[in-house]
T-cell receptor, first 114, second 112 residues
Framework: GENVEQHPSTLSVQEGDSAVIKCTYS??????FPWYKQELGKRPQLIID?????GEKKDQRIAVTLNKTAKHFSLHITETQPEDSAVYFC?????????????FGSGTRLQVQP | SQTIHQWPATLVQPVGSPLSLECTVE??????LYWYRQAAGRGLQLLFY??????ISSEVPQNLSASRPQDRQFILSSKKLLLSDSGFYLC???????????FGNGTRLTVT
């Protein structure tokens, strides 16, 4: 089945710097890649997603890039702010009649130092 | 608009006691429904998912079970809780497995 690896597990940046989180996936048939942000004690919330027919997607300070050949995708946060501090999860899925669920990465704890 | 309700928010139960967590979705029909568990400081572990009434797929064999008695209702149960069942339980729904997943607010379960 699909395997998603996420790096780094923890990331500390200074306010205003950029942060990059990377994920690799194993199944070349995967075609949907969402990113979730989870603040302490709260539910994960979708922040951005990308499908395999697109190489890059941007939403204000957040962008996601996808390299299908290398089977990896990355989350880029520019001009980080203290409220960006949270755990970020990547995920992948594909159209399949078998396992009908997202496969999540292990998470990255981002700490933005003011 | 679609909403997901999950209750209770917190629960403290003794070892060996039963468990029932309920989740309902409003504003959509025939959603995919999911139960996830998150241990403290850890990732999201998929427990069960359902693509239709009465259809349950189990990801991790354990002393938990799930049921979907109605289209938009998903229930997580246990007959006898273990200490290792403690965690943050999240219900979620999506239109399909290839679309955004929407989580409920979660239930923090502590087994003592």
């Amino acid at each position: 089945g699909e395997n998603v690896e996420q790096h780094p597990s923890t990331l500390s940046v200074q306010e205003g710097d950029s942060a990059v989180i990377k994920c690799t996936y194993s199944d070349s048939a995967s075609n949907y890649f969402p990113w979730y942000k989870q603040e302490l004690g709260k539910r994960p919330q979708l922040i951005i997603d990308i499908r395999s027919n697109v190489g890059e997607k941007k939403d204000q300070r957040i962008a996601v890039t996808l390299n299908k050949t290398a089977k990896h995708f990355s989350l880029h946060i520019t001009e980080t702010q203290p409220e960006d501090s949270a755990v970020y999860f990547c995920a992948a899925s594909k159209e399949d009649t078998g396992r009908r669920a997202l496969t999540f990465g292990s998470g990255t704890r981002l700490q933005v130092q003011p | 608009s679609q909403t997901i309700h999950q209750w209770p928010a917190t629960l403290v139960q003794p070892v060996g006691s039963p468990l029932s967590l309920e989740c309902t979705v409003e504003g959509t029909s025939n959603p995919n429904l999911y139960w996830y568990r998150q241990a403290a400081g850890r990732g999201l572990q998929l427990l069960f998912y359902s693509v239709g009434i009465g259809q349950i797929s189990s990801e991790v064999p354990q002393n938990l079970s799930a049921s979907r008695p109605q289209d938009r209702q998903f229930i997580l149960s246990s007959k006898k809780l273990l200490l290792s069942d403690s965690g943050f339980y999240l219900c979620a729904w999506s239109i399909s497995y290839n679309s955004p997943l929407h989580f409920g607010n979660g239930t923090r379960l502590t087994v003592t």
